[in-house]
T-cell receptor, first 112, second 116 residues
């Protein structure tokens, strides 16, 4: 059973701080890693993806991948109240034909 | 550039009925995947269509079926509806590309299905 695990939260951070969201996965053959943001009552929105070990930065967001330790993280710098949402980690596994396996999500609350 | 569009937005059905949900992929995409998201959970993969064929299926019963048309749009059909089928149904599109996949998937706004 291929699994993706996330802490459900809520993760509460003050405005302007760095929010760190973590995700672990079970299959060492995993190939692609995605972070989606989902506001309450809305659909998931792709914010980052990463394929190789290391860091990938896009604006205030940085995705970090460590395949040896089987974890992927998302850092949000200068957190804003508008970042308050559920963040879903998704992974594609080897032989999975781009089938996304999602974690249950981490709820982030950024307070002024 | 049109994104992924789904219809209808909301739907209310009763147990035992059948439902059809529709999806048009993002312009330039050729692959459609369907997911079910229950409240408080991450989306669960139902199946994926590419070149009008079901490429992979998740752990869902045969009551769930689908179709992809030559214009890449897709339908999800659910027969003999159960109370437990109440969920947000999400369509995601992507470009298959070389290597068989792993391209980012973009989601539509979803169809919220309620079973009474």
């Amino acid at each position: 059973q291929k699994e993706v695990e996330q802490n459900s939260g809520p993760l509460s951070v003050p405005e302007g701080a760095i929010a760190s969201l973590n995700c672990t996965y079970s299959d060492r053959g995993s190939q692609s890693f995605f972070w989606y943001r989902q506001y309450s009552g809305k659909s998931p929105e792709l914010i980052m993806f990463i394929y190789s070990n290391g860091d990938k930065e896009d604006g205030r967001f940085t995705a970090q991948l460590n395949k040896a330790s089987q974890y992927v993280s998302l850092l949000i710098r200068d957190s804003q109240p508008s970042d308050s949402a559920t963040y879903l980690c998704a992974v594609t596994f080897s032989g999975g034909y781009n089938k996304l396996i999602f974690g249950a999500g981490t709820r982030l609350a950024v307070h002024p | 550039d049109a994104g992924v569009t789904q219809s209808p937005t909301h739907l209310i059905k009763t147990r035992g009925q059948q439902v059809t949900l529709r999806c048009s992929p993002k312009s330039g995409h050729d692959t459609v995947s369907w997911y079910q998201q229950a409240l408080g959970q991450g989306p669960q993969f139902i199946f994926q269509y590419y070149e009008e064929e079901e490429r992979q299926r998740g752990n869902f019963p045969d009551r769930f079926s689908g179709h992809q048309f030559p214009n890449y749009s897709s339908e999800l059909n659910v027969n003999a509806l159960l109370l437990g089928d109440s969920a947000l149904y999400l369509c995601a599109s992507s470009l298959m590309g070389q290597g068989g996949g792993n391209q980012p998937q973009h989601f539509g706004d979803g169809t919220r299905l309620s079973i009474l």
